[in-house]
């Protein structure tokens, strides 16, 4: 009798332990899924296609050199493709982007706060009345994430700063981090540029973009930074990955997977889900805030916007454009897009 109980004690051991084993593998495969990034970067193929300014460093292996080259897809979801540019606008999209790949720009080299070498892509304007810092969303790229708003930014006297967020083009590194350790990144560039001209600076964000330059708005940034730009970004890290986990995988007990993911996220990536966080920063912030939505953006839901106006304590805007899906806004209302970038320039220039 005591060796069966004892069987039974071992083999419901044995049950937990093998239970708990698949739960912490299946939040470790979560974790890596959305946050290491370093196997992106080996799918990247290196290519020649575009003229490159080598005025800093020659770089023969230029990964956003060919804006038609195939590149192994990270996932494909209904999520993804049903909000991405190109479905609806793709010949935009495509023409933006091209745009981006045939001017001449200059290659620029920053270090993280953890030492990462950083790059960005300089494009100057004639007779310049200001500097954007442009800051792309979840591995994404600069020329992809502002393919349609570049050129009418440059042809209105901008000069353009497209940079790589950690991970992605020719930045180091291995995890993104929501915002946690970008934001950091976005002021590193601030700086960059804030000690080499006198004109004023704008950060503007698109998606986790977007959520990183207003993170950044509570660090300590050049006198210079006038004003800051938020296109469909989200409110925190922990939200949204609930939002992924509970609509895209329909996962279940997501609090227990956060919290377990938090754990990797401190182990590996040296960063925690709460500090990815707007809140903090917008009641710090005291520089004026564009931001834009779509109301159709079933990626990031418009009400994130909504609640980071709400938070907001400086002079700021909402434009929330209808029927537009993720990333969209400049191209369903190009019209309504571009009279409030412009009418915010002016106003804070």
Known sequence: MKNKKAKLIINSIILIAGTISVYMLSCLS??????????DKKNQKPTNDTKVNTNIKANTNNTNANPNAKKKSWFQLKHIKVNHPKNGYKKEYNSGKAWCFSQEMKDCYIKSDEGLTLHAKYLPANDPKRTIILCHGYRGSAFGDFAYISRFLHENQCNLLFIDQRCMGESEGEYITFGAK????????????GLKTDLPIYLYGQSMGGSAVLMSSGLLLPPNVHGIISDCAFHDMKNQLKTMANDWFHLKRINILLFRVNIFCKMFANFQMNEADTTKALQKNTRPILFFHGTKDTYVSFKNSVKNYELCRAPKDLVLVNDARHLCSAYVEPNLYRKNLLKFFNKYD
């Open 182 to 193: 970008e934001k950091y990144d976005i002021a590193n560039w601030a700086w960059y540029v």
């Open 30 to 39: 979560f974790f890596k899924f959305l946050v290491y990034a370093k196997d």
